[in-house]
Nanobody, 121 residues
Framework: QVQLVESGGGLVQPGGSLRLSCAAS????????MGWYRQAPGKERELAAV???????TYADSVKGRFTISRDNAKNTIYLQMNSLKAEDTAVYYC???????????????WGQGTLVTVSS
């Protein structure tokens, strides 16, 4: 089955940086978009950044200029470089992929297990 494995979360001081990774496993033909959502305690899950297969990117206003999403299509992997982190960035970050076509089947959407990012002094 196609699965997402993400890593890179942890505890960081305000102003610090972290880099998240998410790899999609399986015999994959194509993925329309890969991105990152985040969910803070007591809040709804929200989009942080997304990247299409052809490299178009979209960022939430709250992270624009501080976060950078990138991808390696050959490895079916995306990264989220987070700089100048703020306390309000504290959340569980979830990898998300859309419109996956693989030997195992077609998947409209898949989610990673989530990785916790805590920004605190």
């Amino acid at each position: 089955q196609v699965q997402l494995v993400e890593s890179g979360g942890g505890l960081v001081q305000p102003g610090g940086s972290l880099r998240l990774s998410c790899a999609a496993s399986g015999s994959i033909f194509s993925i329309a978009a890969m991105g990152w959502y985040r969910q803070a305690p007591g809040k709804e899950r929200e989009l942080a950044a997304v990247s299409t297969r052809i490299g178009l990117t979209t960022y939430a206003d709250s992270v624009k200029g501080r976060f950078t999403i990138s991808r390696d299509n050959a490895k079916n992997t995306i990264y989220l470089q987070m700089n100048s982190l703020k306390a309000e960035d504290t959340a569980v970050y979830y990898c998300n992929v859309r419109d996956v076509v693989a030997v195992q089947g077609r998947y409209p959407e898949l989610w990673g297990q989530g990785t916790l990012v805590t920004v605190s002094s």
